[in-house]
């Protein structure tokens, strides 16, 4: 018999779920994964690739290394109050606002105003998606800020 449950507050606190757990380790193994294809795609390459080639594979290798830093340093600190999911938002909204500069980029430079709306509409899209993730993410972590604010006043 022992005189207290075998886990402590922090266990409590800092939990994640199994789903949230999952989702992290997908999107953390689905960056490492691409950042290193394409890290030895880029390696490997016998001849010299064009400057805007080199500019937009070493850009999709620090977007795959970002989402794998973050997945590792969310599964290995559990965040409080979902700081990770704030964290997370801004990173969907900074890689869908580069992504569309460099769609609408190459687009005027290759395609006609048809391609150019298309890119920029979808990333546009995209971008509207993440940034609507990022408000609710925000909103989520000030519920929680101000549920524990509440508390503490509650209990001194």
């Given at each position: 018999?022992?005189?207290?449950?075998?886990?402590?507050?922090?266990?409590?606190?800092?939990?994640?779920?199994l789903p949230r757990r999952v989702?992290?380790?997908?999107?953390?193994?689905?960056?490492?994964?691409?950042?290193?294809?394409?890290?030895?795609?880029?390696?490997?390459?016998?001849?010299?690739?064009?400057?805007?080639?080199?500019?937009?594979?070493?850009?999709?290798?620090?977007?795959?290394?970002?989402?794998?830093?973050?997945?590792?340093?969310?599964?290995?600190?559990?965040?409080?109050?979902?700081?990770?999911?704030?964290?997370?938002?801004?990173?969907?909204?900074?890689?869908?606002?580069?992504?569309?500069?460099?769609?609408?980029?190459?687009?005027?430079?290759?395609?006609?105003?048809?391609?150019?709306?298309?890119?920029?509409?979808?990333?546009?899209?995209?971008?509207?998606?993440?940034?609507?993730?990022?408000?609710?993410?925000?909103?989520?972590?000030?519920?929680?800020?101000?549920?524990?604010?509440?508390?503490?006043?509650?209990?001194?």
């Open positions: 018999m022992t005189e207290g449950p075998a886990y402590g507050p922090d266990d409590i606190v800092r939990g994640l779920s989702g992290l380790l997908v999107a953390g193994l689905g960056g490492l994964a691409a950042a290193v294809t394409i890290g030895l795609l880029l390696a490997t390459e016998p001849g010299g690739l064009p400057l805007r080639t080199r500019i937009a594979f070493l850009a999709m290798i620090g977007i795959g290394t970002a989402w794998a830093g973050f997945a590792g340093w969310a599964l290995a600190r559990r965040p409080l109050f979902a700081v990770d999911r704030v964290i997370a938002a801004w990173l969907a909204v900074a890689f869908s606002a580069l992504m569309t500069v460099g769609m609408v980029t190459v687009a005027v430079m290759r395609a006609g105003p048809a391609g150019v709306l298309a890119v920029g509409g979808l990333g546009v899209a995209l971008t509207v998606v993440a940034s609507v993730l990022l408000a609710r993410a925000r909103a989520y972590r000030s519920a929680l800020l101000a549920r524990r604010h509440e508390l503490e006043r509650q209990h001194g």
